[in-house]
């Protein structure tokens, strides 16, 4: 202990700091200071130092020369972070849409295509189907190409192929919020895709059994509901009469055998009727 003081009072004694004229050695000015107050002052100039270099480490763009690659990485996977979480909230706004139509649409309600201009179309304009024409096609044909269609993109589908051949039980009765038409035809018959296209939903609904939904090129959407199987899985791509389900008695809704068909186009129903012959 008697050390420590001993060592303390050496470093309290005060010292005379002088400055003279070297010519006549007159004193200029004189300071008193201690060991202790030197070292106080050296210690506070220090810290002052180290503060401002931390400021100009956090504020500007020196620190980024003290980078290391451990940093760079760290600062890459943030990036690539907040780039995944505006995807992912953009995919979720979109689900959300796609999700509100699906239902409008299982519920016989109109809708407007929300994902139209979101998702804009990529099928490729000059696929020819190779499969043989009959003689309802070649009428039908014959119908859209003399027939004035007041909206110029079904001028660029060159036809529809008929999803089932039967009879039709229920004509397209919008006032009724029946938005398709009801084709009688035996259970299991294929049920083929009218048109190139993209399945965006396959699933059961309590009133309408099973149902697939294919979204085609310019803005046409097509539904085939109380299915009793489905091929096709969502996302998949398929071309015109390309199998996707089988003719059921699904739902509630359904007394019988049949196939109920919905054609929509940015999310204004159509008549089936008015573009294609289901007749055997």
């Known amino acids: 202990m008697s050390k420590f003081s001993s060592f303390l009072k050496r470093i309290r004694e005060k010292h005379t700091l002088s400055y003279s004229d070297e010519g006549n050695y007159d004193e200029k000015w004189s300071l008193k200071v201690s060991t202790l107050n030197i070292l106080s002052l050296l210690a506070f100039y220090t810290i002052v130092t180290l503060f401002l270099f931390f400021l100009l480490l956090k504020f500007t763009g020196i620190g980024n020369i003290f980078e290391t690659s451990s940093d760079q990485a760290n600062m890459d996977q943030v990036h690539k972070n907040a780039s995944s979480i505006d995807s992912l909230y953009e995919a979720t706004a979109s689900t959300d849409l796609y999700l509100r139509d699906l239902k409008k649409i299982l519920n016989d309600e109109p809708f407007y295509d929300s994902l139209e201009t979101a998702q804009p179309d990529s099928f490729p304009s000059n696929y020819q189907p190779d499969f043989e024409k009959s003689v309802e096609d070649s009428i039908l044909r014959a119908k859209m190409e003399n027939d004035e269609i007041p909206d110029q993109e079904l001028l660029n589908v060159a036809f529809f192929f008929p999803p089932v051949k039967g009879v039709v039980s229920r004509s397209f009765d919008p006032n009724n919020k029946h ?101 055997r």
Request: glycine share 10%; charged share 15%; proline share 4%.
């Open 179 to 279: 938005y398709g038409v009801d084709i009688s035809t035996p259970e299991d018959a294929v049920v083929k895709s009218c048109l190139e296209g993209i399945v965006i939903y396959t699933g059961w609904d309590s009133e309408v059994g099973q149902v697939i939904i294919v979204q085609h090129n310019y803005g046409f959407l097509s539904v085939y509901k109380h299915c009793s199987k489905i091929f096709k899985k969502q996302g998949q791509s398929i071309q015109t009469g390309d199998p996707i389900a089988l003719v059921g008695n699904t739902g509630s809704h359904s007394s019988g055998p049949h196939l109920h068909f919905e054609l929509w186009e940015k999310g204004q129903y159509l008549n089936p009727e008015d573009f294609i012959s289901f007749n």
